[in-house]
């Protein structure tokens, strides 16, 4: 399959320059009608059927092995989740935090991670990484460690600006539990989540899958204490039994279908255009934080209110997001081409 060819299995891109997928990835034609399968499935064939729910069961068993293989983890350690932020509570609920313990995690950090973080009564403390280079963000967080650390939670990719964090490296300093908040890395970078303890994965981001889909890696379940447990718990001996919801076949099949059409070349073909198209903005006078060889999400700024600057973009055909901190964001994925980026600089020269 060639990029061209990819792309043409995307029908939103023939209208947009879709640069989004860091919130909502662009659906495909096959995921969707995946999903339209399963539906049409259960309004003809029932819900209930033995067939159905083996039928189910076996949807469930491939995508765990494709979105294993993805992350470099064994299956039967992956857990089928709604999304990053109930990964996230399943983990920081189970480990029974106290205010005694202290979590190092940053000061770019989302709230689905960071949220569940603060709800735990321990205390929470934020390395400064967002007013440091990358190559410090290393430091920063080794200088928050302390004997009363009980837990490192940190993103691989940081949301705000799309800078990489060194996963590998945080774990061989400190050799401490660490949860990895997985949204804008799996499926748009090469990901190897076995150096984590736990590793949230969103379906419906970098994997364009549907929504309310994702997965957990839990390295050891016998090591967490869950809080609140479901069917599966009495059911599984594996990582499964921390799942919480039964995810509808339907969905399921969708976001195998998205992670059966992610190419090989997809994250050289990402990185590719996430470096073209920072380059274009630099070149173009634009502020940008985010730094050269990073990840696959472009934090820039332009002048007046950032939300009109998004709704201005999406009348000229190009789908971006505003944040928190007055930034703009966009995110290239295997999908984008050369065209997509020319739109997006074209239309900030001119919002300069």
């Known amino acids: 399959m060639t990029p061209a060819e990819a792309r043409s299995l995307f029908p939103v891109l023939q209208r947009y320059a879709y640069l989004n997928a860091g919130s909502v990835g662009p659906l495909s034609t096959r995921t969707f009608e995946a999903m339209q399968s399963g539906e049409r499935s259960a309004l003809e064939q029932g819900r209930g059927g033995a067939k159905v729910w083996e039928g189910a069961a076996a949807t469930e068993t491939a995508l765990?092995?494709?979105?294993?293989?993805?992350?470099?983890?064994?299956?039967?350690?992956?857990?089928?989740?709604?999304?990053?932020?109930?990964?996230?509570?399943?983990?920081?609920?189970?480990?029974?935090?106290?205010?005694?313990?202290e979590v190092v995690t940053t000061d770019a950090e989302h709230p689905g991670l960071l949220m569940p973080l603060h709800?735990?009564?321990?205390?929470?403390?934020p390395a400064g990484v967002m007013e440091?280079?990358?190559?410090?963000a290393l430091a920063a967080i080794l200088a928050e460690v302390t004997p009363r650390t009980r837990?490192?939670?940190?993103?691989?990719?940081?949301?705000?600006?799309?800078h990489v964090l060194p996963l590998a490296e945080v774990k061989r300093a400190t050799g401490l539990p660490l949860l990895v908040d997985g949204a804008q890395s799996v499926g748009a970078i090469e990901v190897d989540a076995s150096v984590a303890?736990?590793?949230?994965?969103?379906?419906?981001?970098?994997?364009?899958?549907?929504?309310?889909?994702?997965?957990?890696?839990?390295?050891?379940?016998?090591?967490?204490?869950?809080?609140?447990q479901s069917y599966a718990a009495s059911a599984r001996?594996?990582?499964?039994?921390?799942?919480l919801v039964h995810l509808a076949p339907a969905m399921v099949g969708g976001l195998l279908a998205a992670v059966e059409d992610l190419p090989g070349w997809g994250f050289a073909r990402a990185a590719g255009l996430v470096a073209g198209c920072r380059e274009a903005l630099v070149h173009a006078g634009v502020e940008v934080r985010t730094e050269a060889r990073q990840g696959t999400l472009i934090a820039f700024r332009l002048q007046g209110d950032p939300l009109a600057a998004v709704k201005a973009a999406e009348e000229k055909g190009i789908i971006i997001r505003n944040l928190p901190d007055g930034w703009l964001r966009a995110s290239l994925g295997w999908w984008n081409d050369e065209a997509d980026i020319a739109r997006l600089v074209d239309f900030v020269g001119k919002s300069s």
């Open 64 to 101: 765990r092995e494709r979105l294993a293989g993805l992350i470099q983890v064994p299956p039967d350690k992956l857990v089928l989740t709604t999304s990053t932020t109930e990964g996230c509570n399943l983990v920081v609920t189970a480990l029974r935090l106290t205010p005694e313990d």
């Open 119 to 125: 709800a735990s009564g321990a205390k929470v403390k």
């Open 132 to 136: 440091r280079p990358a190559a410090e």
């Open 151 to 162: 837990l490192i939670a940190l993103s691989h990719v940081l949301w705000l600006n799309g």
């Open 197 to 228: 303890d736990w590793y949230t994965v969103s379906g419906q981001k970098w994997l364009c899958g549907p929504e309310t889909t994702g997965a957990l890696y839990v390295r050891d379940h016998e090591q967490l204490q869950p809080r609140i």
């Open 237 to 243: 001996t594996d990582a499964g039994r921390l799942a």
